[in-house]
């Protein structure tokens, strides 16, 4: 029995071998798959990282582009605000060209009467010409009457002259007559 004993201690000390030899493969087949799962782990980690990376220079994108999108309003509000400008400009401008041509048409009739008045200047302008070439004329014959009687007149002044002479000495002979005719009538 002991024999037996032993042989079957020995084959369950055997069977115990072979079974923690197959639980160290087992854990060495563990160790490695957790060695595995580790790295596998750290890649996942590691592409979480890069995710992370990626997703927060997504973020970043997103918000530059939230960015130059508000540019790209406020761009299109300054836009739309200098659209509305050019068109208060291009009313004012047609408002300014209605004007003009009621300007031009006012300018145009001015013109008109203007030209009206201008020929009828002219007209009298030449009716005042003929009038003042015969009061040229007039005035030239009369120059040539007045030319002529002026000599007259010098004749005329010289002559008064010599009886303005003639009477102061006349005036003056009457006047000695007096005198003497007094101092006559005074002796008398």
Do not use: P, Y
Request: net charge negative; no cysteine; hydrophobic share 30%.
């Amino acid at each position: 029995m002991s024999e037996q004993l032993l042989q079957q201690i020995l084959n369950e000390l055997k069977e115990m071998k072979a079974d923690q030899k197959a639980m160290r493969q087992d854990v060495e087949l563990v160790k490695s798959q957790l060695k595995e799962t580790r790295q596998d782990v750290e890649l996942i980690n590691s592409q979480l990282n890069e995710l992370r990376s990626d997703q927060k220079e997504t973020r970043q994108d997103v918000e530059l582009i939230k960015s130059q999108l508000n540019e790209l309003r406020s761009d299109q509000k300054e836009t739309q605000q200098d659209v509305e400008l050019i068109k208060s400009q291009l009313n004012e401008l047609k408002s300014d060209q209605k004007e003009t041509r009621q300007d031009i048409a006012l300018l145009k009739s001015q013109i008109k009467e203007n030209t009206a008045l201008i020929r009828a200047i002219r007209d009298r302008q030449e009716e005042t010409d003929a009038k003042l070439e015969a009061l040229t004329m007039d005035v030239h014959k009369l120059n040539g009457f007045v030319t002529e009687h002026a000599g007259k007149l010098d004749h005329i002044v010289k002559s008064q002259e010599r009886q303005d002479k003639i009477l102061e000495s006349l005036a003056l002979r009457s006047l000695e007559q007096e005198s003497e005719l007094r101092e006559l009538k005074r002796i008398k």
